[in-house]
């Protein structure tokens, strides 16, 4: 079975605290990405990032960082410092070598109050 | 600039109507694809599209029609048959399908509520 599971629902933390968005995920694919998206309330997704099955490098961008581990199969993203502005929902999504297609978690609504 | 629009942004049907969201991309994109969202989920592919003239069932296609006669557009009609087609629609394309490397662009959406 191919799945993606975001199991938070949604967080609601205040502003300046860090905040870990977790991910977990299911394939028999050998080779696989794995992407992060953001909805923000009006609705467009933005891509976040994407992250090849052989890299197994944690990436940061400025206050988001991503932590991928392979043993565990879970791809977790962390916001440091959060702002209000980052107040969204977040997609983990799975894009196995095998489909093409992407298998998408069910997202994590997060709330930063100011 | 370069995108992808979906109109309208808002749209209302009546129980029985078939309706139609347009969904054009400049990104010179050979893929395209339609989501279905409903409150508090995930996306679920409704159609998607390789190439002009092609497109494939995703997910839940049930209820629904596409086309791809040219490369910038991919429209798709919610028919009558759809038993609950009140939702945000999101149209997406990709370089390619053909590869799990490419992301994905999203158009703005259309939330379409059926009265």
């Known amino acids: 079975a191919q799945k993606v599971t975001q199991a938070q629902t949604e967080i609601s933390v205040v502003e300046k605290e860090d905040v870990t968005l977790d991910c977990v995920y299911e394939?028999?694919?050998?080779?696989?990405?794995l992407f992060w998206y953001k909805q923000p309330p009006s609705g467009e997704l933005v891509f976040l990032i994407r992250?090849?099955?052989?890299d197994e490098q944690n990436e940061i961008s400025g206050r988001y960082s991503w932590n991928f581990q392979k043993s565990t199969s879970s791809f977790n993203f962390t916001i440091t410092a959060s702002q209000v502005v980052d107040s969204a929902v977040y997609f983990c999504?799975?894009?196995?070598?095998?489909?093409?297609?992407?298998?998408w978690g069910a997202g994590t609504k997060l709330i930063i109050k100011p | 600039d370069g995108g992808i629009t979906q109109s309208p942004k808002y749209l209302f049907r009546k129980e029985g109507q078939n309706v139609t969201l347009s969904c054009e991309q400049n990104?010179?994109?050979?893929?395209m694809y339609w989501y279905r969202q409903d409150p508090g989920q995930g996306l679920r592919l409704i159609y998607y599209?390789?190439?002009?003239?092609?497109?494939q069932k995703g997910d839940i296609a049930e209820g629904y029609s596409v086309s791809r006669e040219k490369k910038e557009s991919f429209p798709l009609t919610v028919t009558s048959a759809q038993k609950n087609p009140t939702a945000f629609y999101l149209c997406?394309?990709?370089?390619?399908?053909?590869?799990?490397?490419?992301?994905?662009?999203f158009g703005p959406g259309t939330r379409l509520t059926v009265l």
């Open positions: 997406a394309s990709s370089y390619s399908s053909g590869s799990s490397y490419n992301e994905q662009f």
């Open positions: 990104l010179n994109h050979d893929a």
């Open positions: 599209s390789q190439i002009v003239n092609d497109f």
């Open positions: 394939t028999r694919d050998t080779t696989y990405y």
């Open positions: 992250r090849n099955s052989f």
């Open positions: 999504a799975l894009s196995p070598d095998s489909n093409y297609q992407l298998i």
